[in-house]
């Protein structure tokens, strides 16, 4: 007869003690989790962030679609206190995807939350997620992510259709990046994405704070993959950029091409970015070996690059000479 262990649920306060100090850095270092169970590449932008006199949990970006989005956590079941909170981070920070993680969720609160999705316009999208931690018997304990709350895609989907419904241009490009998702996530396990979007770009989580993966169809007939350097500060962003730099034969001799590494001045990001001649109009062919060479190339890209962005977050200053960035 088979033998089995006894699976119990464990209090969150018996692993995390306080939300603010245990629970929320936790959940930001562990945010790719969360965002893997919504179908999102999340990016954590800021812990604590202000609203007036309060400070919401986790303010957050969907790197995929450059969406704000808003985490409030609660160790415990839901209350009216918290709701309250929610709905004004949610307008203080205009969030269009709205994150509520508790130990349980009230049937009312459930309820307010499935009328909000339904009553919202389709950008807008509300969740309640509940977080366990279990364990077997002795062994080490896990924690589980459960949604509860999801937004209505098919009726969102339904007014969208009737009301903004993309170009034939733009529902093209959410064709073509929709299947690129979908290898990149199924496949390769690179993203946690499930949604194309109608435009011309996608950005990809690297798994670090401060940089992206995006891939984007110029206007003078060119596709492109970079690395983005995109945090608040151009500053930072050019002295992240040198110090990769240091590193580019290495880099470019592992890829086997030249990049392109760029300080840009009249915007934010540095990139280091590539191309090939390709347009969202080109023929079904043509489009069908964009797509390999898109997925082939940016999965060897994040390969290639992610220890050297390692080195270069933990780097004081650039340790060889630089060559000169434009």
């Given at each position: ?62 790197l995929g679609t450059k969406r704000s989005v808003i985490i ?229 890209f994040k390969k290639v690059l992610t220890p050297f962005i ?17």
């Open positions: 007869m088979a033998e089995f262990g006894r699976l119990k649920r464990i209090s969150l306060r018996e692993v995390w003690k306080n939300e603010a100090r245990n629970f929320t850095p936790w959940l930001q270092e562990n945010i790719e989790v969360l965002g893997e169970v919504l179908g999102m590449d999340l990016e954590v932008v800021e812990r604590e962030a202000e609203v007036g006199s309060f400070s919401l949990d986790l303010l957050a970006e969907d409030e956590n609660q160790l415990t079941q839901t209350d009216h206190d918290h709701l309250g909170k929610l709905l004004t981070y949610a307008a203080g920070y205009e969030a269009e995807s709205v994150i509520w993680i508790a130990d349980s969720i009230r049937d009312e609160h459930r309820q307010a939350l499935e009328w909000l999705n339904q009553r919202t316009d389709t950008r807008t999208s509300f969740f309640a997620v509940v977080v366990e931690v279990l364990q077997i018997d002795d062994s080490r304990p896990a924690y589980k992510f459960q949604p509860v709350v999801y937004p209505n895609e098919w009726q969102k989907g339904t007014r969208q259709s009737t009301s903004t419904a993309p170009s034939p241009k733009g529902a093209a490009y959410q064709d073509f990046f929709q299947n690129v998702i979908d290898e990149l996530r199924t496949k390769y396990k690179f993203t946690s994405a499930r949604k194309g979007q109608p435009q011309n770009w996608y950005t990809f989580s690297s798994g670090f704070s401060d940089f992206g993966y995006a891939v984007n169809f110029t206007r003078e007939g060119r596709i492109k993959i970079a690395l983005e350097i995109y945090s608040n500060s151009q500053e930072k962003n050019h002295d992240l950029l040198r110090k990769m730099r240091q590193y580019q034969s290495e880099i470019e001799s592992s890829l086997g091409f030249p990049l392109e590494w760029n300080l840009l001045e009249h915007i934010r990001p540095s990139r280091i970015e590539f191309f090939k001649k390709g347009s969202i109009e080109d023929s079904p062919e043509e489009l069908a070996q964009t797509h390999r060479w898109v997925v082939e190339n940016l999965t060897k390692k080195k270069s977050l933990n780097a004081k200053a650039p340790t060889k000479p630089v060559p000169e960035l434009v």
